[in-house]
Structure formats: structure tokens, C-alpha cells
């Protein structure tokens, strides 16, 4: 069984266009994240959610918005697409990481802007 | 500029030899964390190490901290070509809550 899964593997896309990617976690973890990696894999992180609560924005341009409608969820939708956003984006999960608790992530989803 | 900096960048070896994989931060940590990422894939946890821990060990993996030098390193003993992928090390901040900074990564290739 997946715990941390995203849909869809593989986005290919034009300048412009809106686009989702989806984040679904079945291990119970109050805390979801969104992370960039570039092509150096260069891995950042964007986006951390606690309880459906924003925790963590780091400096990402508006254009990106993620959303979570449960604590088991994080989109990421993604506004005028720009080359610039083409990367691998990951999401994770987990429990306190300040309390010593590893994230698991998901596959990955590569995003492709034309 | 990058909490955590891995060194080397790539290593290739052959299969029954060691890996050493160095990761040193900036600044102080609540924890340390190794990860590695076959090509592809998500990040596979592998190893947590405290702030007031100074080595620990699982299966083939030892991991050493030295809070003194903000230094950790990663050795993988009688490598196999398995092992082959990227080794990231990961801080956990005091103060941050869940925020893991990751380091730059090194590539790892064994040769059978």
C-alpha cells in the first residue's frame, strides 16, 4: 500500500496554463509538505501544512497556492505556468520532526513547461 | 546559501568497498537526517541522528556528528551495486518545527 502518493507522474504543459498535482497520505501524520527539485537536484522546500493549517511558506511566488482540504491531503495548484517552474515536485508527510521523526516522501511528480 | 553542503559531489567505487559521504551545516541542529534517492524515485529515509548523539549504526550505515565541527558523515560498509543512487543529509532546526533544510546531495555509483 502507497503512503504517500501523487497524481498525476508526469505533467506536460504549455506557458500560461493552470495546473494541479495532488498529495494523498494514508499514514495518519498531521504534517504535509511540498518540495522542488531542480535539475542539479537541488531539493527545496515550499510549502509545510500542520492540521490543514499553512505552517511553513517559504518565499514561493503566488502563483503557487497549495490546499488542504484534510489533514491526509495537499494539492498544489499552480497559476500562469512559466519555464521556470519545470522540476521534479515531491510531496511529503510526517509526524514532529522536532521531536526526532523522519518525512516520507512521494514519488515525485515531473513537471514539464513548454 | 545552503544549510547543508555534502562533499563529494559524486563518488564512484567498486562493489565490497566503502563509502564515505560528508555533509557539514551552518548552523545549530535538533537532529541530522541521511536520506537517499534512487534516480526517479522519492527520498527513502535511512538514518536520524540526535544533536546529543555522536554516532549510530544500522545494518550497513554508521553515521557520526560532530556538533563541534557541524560536520556529519554517512559510511556505507561492503558497498553493492544496490547502494548506487543520491545521499542527501537533511537538518531539522531548532525553533523551525517540522523543517527539514536538505543538503546539495552526492551521487553515489558502485561498479559491480
Known amino acids: 500500500d502507497t503512503a504517500v502518493s501523487q497524481t498525476p507522474k508526469y505533467l506536460v504543459t504549455q506557458m500560461g496554463n493552470d495546473k494541479s498535482i495532488k498529495c494523498e497520505q494514508n499514514?495518519?501524520?498531521?504534517?504535509m509538505y511540498w518540495y522542488k527539485q531542480d535539475s542539479k537536484k537541488f531539493l527545496k522546500i515550499m510549502f509545510s501544512y500542520n492540521n490543514k493549517e499553512l505552517i511553513i511558506n517559504e518565499t514561493v511566488p503566488n502563483r503557487f497556492s497549495p490546499k488542504s482540504p484534510d489533514k491526509a491531503h495537499l494539492n498544489l495548484h499552480i497559476n500562469s505556468l512559466e519555464l521556470g517552474d519545470s522540476a521534479v515536485y515531491f510531496c511529503?508527510?510526517?509526524?514532529?520532526?522536532?521531536?526526532?521523526?523522519?518525512?516520507?516522501f512521494g514519488p515525485g511528480t515531473r513537471l514539464t513547461v513548454l | 546559501s545552503q544549510q547543508g553542503e555534502e562533499d563529494p559531489q559524486a563518488l564512484s567505487i567498486q562493489e565490497g568497498e566503502n563509502a564515505t559521504m560528508n555533509c557539514s551545516y551552518k548552523?545549530?541542529?535538533?537532529?541530522l537526517q541521511w536520506y537517499r534517492q534512487n534516480s526517479g524515485r522519492g527520498l527513502v529515509h535511512l538514518i536520524l541522528?540526535?544533536?546529543?548523539?555522536r554516532e549510530k549504526h544500522s545494518g550497513r550505515l554508521r553515521v557520526t556528528l560532530d556538533t563541534s565541527k557541524k560536520s556529519s558523515s554517512l559510511l556505507i560498509t561492503a558497498s553493492r551495486a544496490a547502494d548506487t543512487a543520491s545521499y542527501f543529509c537533511a537538518t531539522g532546526l531548532p525553533g523551525a518545527g517540522d523543517k527539514l533544510i536538505f543538503g546539495t546531495g552526492t551521487r553515489l555509483q558502485v561498479f559491480p
Open positions: 499514514l495518519g501524520h498531521d504534517t
Open positions: 548552523t545549530s541542529i535538533n537532529n
Open positions: 541522528i540526535r544533536s546529543n548523539e
Open positions: 511529503a508527510s510526517s509526524l514532529r520532526v522536532s521531536e526526532g521523526n523522519e518525512q516520507f
